[in-house]
């Protein structure tokens, strides 16, 4: 579970997030929408430490994110919205194994999580290739993989489709389908609930910095006018 608890936090004196209470549950698929601005990658970036609040406090499964890095970004697995961003190696697997090898695991466990990964987002086989020679598609689910490979309670996602094909969307989605249903938590920011929606249990919408919508889908859909949160043609999920 991650729970934040009043947590506010500003840039430079600017407030951008303010007051923010939320606990998302082990294997809920929660959608974060909102504008753009609206403090969803800054409340993303405090669920596993890589900020911190100035007022309040982030717990992950009871332990605040605080006293405990490690075990945080342990159980919250974090992708960015450009998976070039997150890249530390030149080829699939050597990346994936990154966050285990630094865990100190032994190689007979790293080479087994570095495959459970990539089963789990369909790229079995690929550890040889070279990451700058996959497709956008590939690349994010080669970028989820990393996220995986930590074996993480919850996967935090940041704008997963941006610059995504048809395709490659859906193949993500195919996958963030699959994993939640293997019960891995997911947290989904977007700005965009087309398509995705039916997916979650709950959309959580932000504005300026606070909560403004929290509820299953069939209730927050109607509730998001003038929050420029693109959403599905037909009123329902
Ligand atoms: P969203 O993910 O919803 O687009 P962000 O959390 O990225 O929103 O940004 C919220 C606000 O915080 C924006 O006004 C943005 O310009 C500002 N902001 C985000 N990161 C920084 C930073 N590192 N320094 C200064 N301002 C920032």
Do not use: W, Y
Not at 1 to 16: C, G, K, Q, T, W
Not at 51 to 65: I, K, M, N, Q, R
Not at 73 to 99: I, L
């Amino acid at each position: 579970m991650i729970e934040f608890r009043s947590v506010s936090h500003a840039f430079d004196d600017v407030p951008v997030l303010e007051d923010v209470s939320l606990s998302i549950d082990a294997g809920e698929f929660v959608l974060l929408a909102g504008a753009n601005g609206s403090g969803k990658t800054t409340l993303l970036r405090h669920s596993n430490g890589l900020l911190e609040p100035d007022a309040g406090e982030v717990l992950v499964d009871g332990t605040p994110v605080a006293e405990d890095l490690i075990a945080a970004r342990s159980s919250v697995g974090m992708v960015f919205q450009h998976p070039r961003d997150q890249f530390v190696a030149a080829t699939v697997g050597a990346d994936v194994a990154f966050g285990p090898e630094n865990l100190g695991l032994d190689r007979a466990e790293i080479d087994r999580r570095v495959a459970a990964a990539l089963e789990a987002v369909n790229m079995a086989g690929h550890e040889d290739e070279r990451i700058d020679a996959l497709s956008g598609g590939e690349q994010s689910r080669v970028a989820i993989a990393g996220a995986l490979a930590m074996e993480p309670t919850h996967l935090v996602l940041d704008e997963p489709f941006t610059g995504l094909d048809e395709p490659a969307r859906r193949s993500v989605l195919e996958r963030l389908a699959s994993l939640s249903a293997d019960g891995t938590g997911v947290l989904l920011a977007t700005h965009d609930l087309r398509d995705v929606c039916e997916l979650a249990d709950r959309v959580i919408a932000m504005h300026d910095g606070r909560v403004a919508v929290d509820g299953p889908p069939a209730d927050a859909l109607d509730e998001l006018d003038g929050l420029e949160v693109r959403v599905p043609d037909t009123t329902r999920c």
